[in-house]
């Protein structure tokens, strides 16, 4: 009884503070949300790069110019990952929109060539047989004629849309990407203030900060690191051997075999195909050495690294269910795109965390 006079009169002497701390809540909230996203990239730029800056404050300054290391940092980063991956964009859609342009000419020819009556000619890089197949097919076909028709214009008008949707993005894309280097630049500098300062605010008992900031920190390194590093890696190993075997838009399908890296199904969804449509083609040889490589190689850079960078390096304690990942990825897809591909298991995760702090406070009291 007497607990819940005393909860009672808490919140009588404090509502005029709750009301006025709500308030500000809701415009630092309506200021921040618009954010959110270049914040959490640069959250995880800060924490990825935190050994790079403490090598540099530490080890080369002293210890003496935080500012500038934390320059110096933000300036390895960009070297190591901003550029490359600017890099890596700019070959996609220049690659993604000569894909288009390809695909645009191919049913405009067809189209034009099943309206004249003349025999179809299919590219040069299909295989022989479906170019056999194509010509039976569309010869005489007035439903095939309408549906070319179609194609043809739903291509040029995609072309289009997707243009301009590029130009749009890309003003979008660097305005949040300098948020994401300004923002960067003083979590690495303040980034120990900025988490002690969480800390202080949090309501949690001591024993109980130094779980969850712990579990929070491995949790992190183990999406962040196994995640990005595992699956970039695999990446390059697929595009190197895309490249190698001669087939066309490397960049492309290496961030193709980025993407699928991140489910369950892994690269070979990308590395397979490629490697059966070159034994469609009678590139016998190739086909053997980029289905070998994928396996071999890029499976195995898979099977080697994820499970170990992925669990928190071998820590029992720390170790990831697979289950939360899975959900997360797809989960966190769904809600916030490409982003939610690293936020989703966190989330999960610490909110796992959660429930075992309240079972402890509560439930086993």
């Known amino acids: 009884m007497s607990t819940k ?3 009672e009169n808490f919140i009588s002497q404090n509502l005029p503070f709750l009301i006025f701390f709500s308030f500000f809540a809701l415009l630092a909230w309506d200021v921040a949300s618009t954010m959110t996203s270049p914040i959490i990239w640069a959250a995880m730029l800060s924490f990825v790069s935190m050994p790079i800056f403490h090598f540099i404050n530490k080890k080369m300054l002293r210890g003496h110019a935080q500012t500038l290391s934390a320059m110096l940092t933000l300036l390895v980063l960009l070297i190591l990952c901003v550029v490359p991956v600017a890099y890596i964009i700019t070959t996609l859609g220049s690659e993604a929109a000569g894909m288009g342009v390809k695909l645009t000419h191919f049913l405009s020819a067809l189209q034009a060539q099943a309206f004249s009556g003349k025999s179809i000619d299919p590219p040069a890089w299909m295989p022989l047989w479906a170019s056999d197949y194509i ?45 994401t280097l300004m923002v960067s630049f003083f979590f690495i500098r303040d980034g120990g203030r900025i988490i002690t300062w969480i800390m202080e605010i949090v309501p949690l008992s001591e024993d109980e900060k130094g779980t969850f900031f712990t579990r929070t920190a491995s949790i992190m390194n183990s999406i962040i690191y196994g995640a990005i590093l595992t699956v970039a890696a695999q990446a390059i190993l697929g595009a190197l051997g895309w490249w190698f075997v001669g087939l066309g ?8 075999m980025f993407f699928f890296g991140m489910f369950p199904m892994g690269t070979a969804v ?22 070998i490589w994928g396996a071999c190689v ?38 916030w795109g490409f982003l939610g591909i690293f936020i989703g ?6 909110f796992v965390s959660v429930c075992d702090l309240y079972k402890k406070r509560w439930l086993d009291r």
């Not at 007035?142 to 301009?164: D, E, F, H």
């Not at 298991?345 to 610490?350: E, H, I, K, T």
Request: contains cysteine; neutral net charge; hydrophobic residues 50%.
């Open 298 to 335: 890029v499976s195995v850079a898979d099977n080697v690294l994820r499970p170990f960078l992925i669990s928190g390096g071998g820590a029992k304690e720390h170790e990831i269910p697979t289950l939360l990942i899975i959900l997360g990825i797809f989960g966190g897809l769904i809600k």
């Open 345 to 350: 298991p966190l989330v999960l995760v610490l």
């Open 5 to 7: 006079c005393g909860n």
């Open 249 to 256: 838009s490397p960049a492309l399908f290496g961030m193709l």
């Open 135 to 179: 010509r039976s097919f569309l010869e005489n076909s007035a439903a095939v004629k309408n549906l070319l028709s179609g194609a043809a214009q739903w291509g040029a008008k995609a072309l289009s849309s997707l243009s301009a949707s590029v130009i749009e993005q890309g003003s979008s894309f660097l305005f949040s990407t300098m948020v």
């Open 270 to 291: 990308v590395w397979g195909p490629g490697a059966l449509y070159l034994a469609l083609s009678g590139d016998a040889k190739h086909a053997v050495f980029l289905f």
